[in-house]
């Protein structure tokens, strides 16, 4: 079975300030890469997903995951954070037979 | 957009009190899902089904059953709730046929409080 860590529960960061919040999962097989967000009060969204191709994935709001296969790795970073980025944001990796199995969580406060 | 729409966002039920949670999605999916989400923890699949009748142990089955009667509609009972019940409920819907690449998408959740 596959499992996925993330490896920060607790994100603090100014507005405007980069973040990173990491993601390592472990797999023999073909990987199928998601991140999504829970944003307060809300259910989960994808946020972005890697199938194949380019290993950098890009969301429509600024965040971007790259997956790096020797280090078994989906960081997600964004350059330059927003209050409405305040959030839980979970890293998933697809299975066989329809699931998806999650990480713990990384909750990103973004203060002024 | 794909809509998953679950029948409560809030619960407050009693001990030994059976409990029914709904789940509806609108775009013809094949497969739903029960999660429960806790804090630290995050999302353990209780049960899922792939098709109308059909369903499928997750990770933390116990002390819960599912019922599929129609394809748009995925129901999670707790037959006798109990205090560690307490949770987040998260129902979630995904097309294809099982694949892994396949996203999921998800309802709101219900907070069920068990007193």
């Known amino acids: 079975a596959q499992s996925v860590t993330q490896l920060d529960s607790q994100v603090p960061v100014f507005e405007e300030a980069p973040v990173e919040l990491r993601c390592n999962y472990s797999s023999s097989v073909s990987v199928y890469l998601f991140w999504y967000v829970q944003y307060p009060n809300q259910g989960l969204q994808l946020l972005l997903k890697?199938?194949?191709?380019?290993?950098l994935v890009e969301s429509i709001n600024g965040f971007e995951a790259e997956f790096n296969k020797s280090q078994t790795s989906f960081h997600l970073r964004k350059p330059s954070v927003h209050i409405s980025d305040t959030a839980e944001y979970f890293c998933a990796v697809g299975q066989p037979d329809y699931k998806l199995s999650f990480g713990a969580g990384t909750t990103v406060t973004v203060r002024a | 957009d794909v809509k998953v729409t679950q029948s409560s966002r809030y619960l407050v039920k009693r001990t030994g009190e059976k409990v029914f949670l709904e789940c509806v999605q609108d775009m013809d999916h094949e497969n739903m899902f029960w999660y429960r989400q806790d804090p630290g923890l995050g999302l353990r699949l209780i049960y899922f089904s792939y098709d109308v009748k059909m369903k499928e142990k997750g990770d933390i089955p116990e002390g819960y059953s599912v019922s599929r009667e129609k394809k748009e509609r995925f129901s999670l009972i707790l037959e006798s709730a109990s205090t560690n019940q307490t949770s987040m409920y998260l129902c979630a819907s995904s097309g294809g046929t099982g694949r892994q690449q396949d996203e999921q998408y998800f309802g709101p959740g219900t907070r069920l409080t068990v007193t």
């Open positions: 890697y199938l194949s191709g380019s290993t």
